[in-house]
C-alpha cells in the first residue's frame, strides 16, 4: 500500500472526481486527500443524484475513507460545510490541515473588483488572493488553526497519511485543474491559474515523499475543454454543435463549469499538449474519457471489446505516442459509464481460471 495520485493532463473537466470515486469504491482506501481550492471543482454521479464539489474529496463515496484537505489547501468553510451537508456525510470523517489557508466569500469579491475574469477568465473563488495573502505574510489571512468553526475539523494532514502509510494504509490524492493550467508549467501565461498543477506540486502540498508513490493516473479527454471567456488559448476550437453532428449524439450536448455554471470551451484533441503533461508528471496510468464523443456507438459501454474499431485504433495511438496504458476509459457522464480495464483483466483471468477447473 501507499499513494496514488490523480491529475488533469489537459485544461481542468478531465474527469478526475470520476476516476477517485471509481478508485475509493474499487480500491477501499483508507483516506483521500483533496488538493488546491474552490476555484475548481469535480462531479460525481451517482444513480440519479450529481454532485458538485469544489472542496469535499470525491473519495465521500466510500464511507470508510477519511476525508483530508492538504495542508497547501485554500478553503472556504462555508462552501465545505454545505458540501457535508449536501452528501450526508459524517462531518467527523472530514479533516482539514492545520495549516491550509481559509478565505471567505469576501476574496472572492475584491477578485472580481481586480477585473480577473476579464483578464484570464477567472472563477472569482478568492483562491488566487488566498494565495497572495499567504506569500505574503499578510496579516488578514488566517490558517484553519486560527478559525474557531474550522477546529473540530483541524488535524496533522501529513503526519495522518505518513502513519497510515506505514502501517500498510492506502491513500489517494485528488488534485485539481489540469497541466496546462500550472502556474510555472503553462506555455500561455498568463492564462493560468494560481498555482502548479503536477503531481509532484499536489504531493508537496499534502506533505508526502515521491517515493511513496505507487501510481500516477493522469486524466484526459478526447475533446479538451476550458473555462468560458477569456481563458486563454484552446488549440483547435470547434462547438459544441459540431461535436454533436460528428460524434452521432441524437440530442444536443454541451457541458458547463461546476464553478461559475458557464458554458464550456470546447475543441480538438491536442498531443502536443498531452505529450507535454506525460513528459513532465511520468503518469504509470491514463483515464480517456469522451469516448462517446468519438462516437456515440460507445455510450454506456463497459467493456473494452465493444468499443469502436476506430476508438480501439485512437487509444493504441495514445498508448505508443506516450508508452502510458490507458487503463480507465469513460463512455459517458455517469459514474457507471466507465471500462476498467484492470477490473476487465482479472475479470477474464478468473474466468479462464473456471474453465479450467483452477481455484
Not at 488572493?129 to 499578510?138: E, M, P, Q, S, T
Not at 488566517?142 to 473540530?152: G, Q, V, Y
Not at 491513500?171 to 496546462?180: A, L, M, S, Y
Not at 498568463?190 to 506533505?207: H, I, K, M, N, Q
Amino acid at each position: 500500500m501507499g499513494v496514488n495520485i490523480v491529475i488533469g493532463g489537459q485544461y481542468g473537466g478531465e474527469g478526475k472526481g470520476k476516476i477517485v470515486a471509481h478508485l475509493a469504491n474499487r480500491d477501499d482506501p483508507d483516506f483521500v486527500v483533496r488538493c488546491g481550492g474552490p476555484n475548481s471543482g469535480h462531479t460525481v454521479h451517482l444513480k440519479d443524484q450529481i454532485f458538485r464539489l469544489r472542496l469535499l474529496p470525491a473519495g465521500f463515496v466510500n464511507s470508510r475513507s477519511r476525508l483530508l484537505l492538504a495542508a497547501g489547501s485554500i478553503i472556504n468553510l462555508r462552501l465545505l460545510i454545505t458540501e457535508i451537508e449536501l452528501t450526508g456525510i459524517d462531518a467527523h470523517r472530514v479533516g482539514i490541515d492545520r495549516n491550509a489557508a481559509i478565505i471567505t466569500d469576501e476574496d472572492g469579491k475584491r477578485e472580481s473588483q481586480l477585473g480577473l475574469r476579464d483578464r484570464i477568465g477567472s472563477t472569482l473563488s478568492g483562491t488566487g488572493i488566498g494565495v497572495v495573502k499567504r506569500a505574503l505574510r499578510d496579516g488578514t489571512i488566517k490558517l484553519a488553526s486560527d478559525i474557531s468553526e474550522a477546529r473540530p475539523f483541524v488535524t496533522d494532514v501529513s503526519a495522518e497519511i505518513n502513519c497510515g502509510i506505514d502501517k500498510g494504509q492506502l491513500c489517494i490524492v485528488e488534485g485539481t485543474q489540469g497541466f496546462g493550467l500550472s502556474l510555472y508549467h503553462t506555455l500561455c501565461y498568463p492564462y493560468a491559474t494560481s498555482r502548479d498543477t503536477t503531481a509532484s506540486a499536489f504531493l508537496s502540498e499534502v506533505g508526502l515523499s515521491p517515493m511513496k508513490v505507487d501510481s500516477i493516473i493522469m486524466a484526459i479527454r478526447t475533446f479538451p475543454i476550458r473555462v468560458e471567456g477569456k481563458s486563454g488559448p484552446l488549440k483547435n476550437e470547434i462547438t459544441w454543435e459540431e461535436l454533436q453532428q460528428r460524434s452521432g449524439y441524437p440530442y444536443p450536448i454541451s457541458e458547463y463549469s461546476t464553478v461559475t455554471s458557464r458554458l464550456r470551451r470546447v475543441a480538438e484533441f491536442d498531443m502536443e499538449l498531452v505529450r507535454r503533461a506525460t513528459m513532465v508528471n511520468r503518469p504509470t496510468e491514463l483515464a480517456l474519457h469522451g469516448v462517446d464523443y468519438l462516437d456515440f456507438a460507445n455510450k454506456g459501454i463497459l467493456d473494452y471489446d465493444f468499443l469502436t474499431s476506430e476508438t480501439k485504433e485512437f487509444i493504441k495511438h495514445l498508448e505508443n505516442e506516450l508508452a502510458v496504458p490507458v487503463t480507465f476509459i469513460g463512455t459517458g457522464p455517469e459514474q457507471s459509464e466507465l471500462v476498467d480495464r484492470v477490473c476487465g483483466r482479472r475479470r477474464l483471468i478468473l474466468a479462464q481460471r473456471s474453465k479450467s477447473g483452477i481455484t
